[in-house]
């Protein structure tokens, strides 16, 4: 079953079928030893993202809520370690290519060498990646026997419709927030909230498919935007936060002067967008959807 609700299942087996559905994808990928061990690792985790999301969209009428939530967040942290050293380097290199006609990349050498020394520490670590993974198998496998008790209250759009414009409603105040005071942390949040009204698109595409994938297009877009924006700022903190192992020297302060450039580019980017996705009130977009469902359950 794809990451989509149905029109011939109920919310609750709809949500049952397609959390199963992760869960046993993210154990295969585990279980799987032609896989990169580190593809591994970013797969199970864009999974816990998409299990996150599709069990807010049912928040208010799931009681188990809380429970879930926070394990596949655990879950997605514990992993985060392996991904995260990777990620560093790519930005870096990124961030490089971008300004490649402003500045001399050679320049920039010994610090993409700590860098990849520090991707390849964690690399090197096989057997504890291997643990990690085992743990992770062990929690995914616990969460799977769990699913098939999970209670939906609701029935039909209602059991939607709180979610949806929950986790709307909260995009639509991030935005502003993030613009008012420009923090690391207040566009990280906007990005989450920007992320889960993605997977909401992603799940109800099928109410109505043209009126939708512009949409779901332009979440995806901003959330790309913004997940850049944030891997710039956890760049800039890492570089900052251990002058024991980066410096401090004139490379550092460059780079994070880049860095602000480069973050300040794609805030701009990303607000017109936004402005436009969040447009509309919560409200508003709950009885929007609430039209393209009905038509489409009669159809």
């Not at 302060?253 to 973050?263: F, K």
């Amino acid at each position: 079953m794809a990451y989509r609700l149905r029109r011939n299942k109920s919310v609750q087996k709809s949500i049952r079928k397609i959390a199963a559905e992760q869960i046993d994808k993210a154990i295969a990928e585990i279980n799987n030893e032609s896989l990169n061990r580190h593809e591994v690792v970013h797969q199970v985790r864009k999974r816990c993202k998409k299990l996150r999301g599709l069990i807010r969209l049912v928040r208010p009428n799931f009681d188990q809520y809380s429970e879930e939530n926070a394990a596949f967040r655990d879950i997605a942290r514990e992993l985060s370690f392996a991904r995260d050293a990777q990620s560093m380097l790519e930005c870096f290199d990124d961030l490089l290519d971008h300004f490649v006609d402003q500045i001399d990349p050679d320049a920039f050498t010994p610090l993409r060498e700590i860098l990849r020394d520090r991707r390849d520490e964690v690399a090197a670590d096989e057997e504890g990646l291997a643990q990690q993974l085992e743990n992770t198998l062990n929690h995914l496998q616990e969460a799977r026997t769990r699913v098939d008790s999970w209670k939906i209250d609701e029935t039909g759009f209602p059991a939607l419709a709180g979610g949806l414009q929950k986790t709307y409603g909260r995009a639509c105040d991030a935005i502003e927030v993030a613009y008012a005071d420009p923090t690391a942390e207040n566009f990280h949040e906007w990005r989450k909230r920007v992320k889960y009204h993605w997977y909401h698109a992603k799940l109800l595409r099928r109410i109505w498919e043209p009126m939708l994938k512009p949409q779901r297009r332009a979440a995806a877009e901003l959330a790309d935007l913004l997940g850049d924006e944030h891997d710039l700022a956890v760049l800039r903190e890492t570089l900052l936060s251990d002058p024991e192992r980066f410096g401090e020297g004139a490379d550092v302060q460059a780079i994070v002067g880049l860095i602000d450039r480069r973050r300040k580019d794609f805030q701009e980017q990303a607000k017109p967008l936004g402005r436009r996705l969040f447009s509309e009130s919560p409200s508003r977009l709950g009885r929007r959807f609430e039209g393209y469902w009905n038509v489409w359950r009669e159809l």
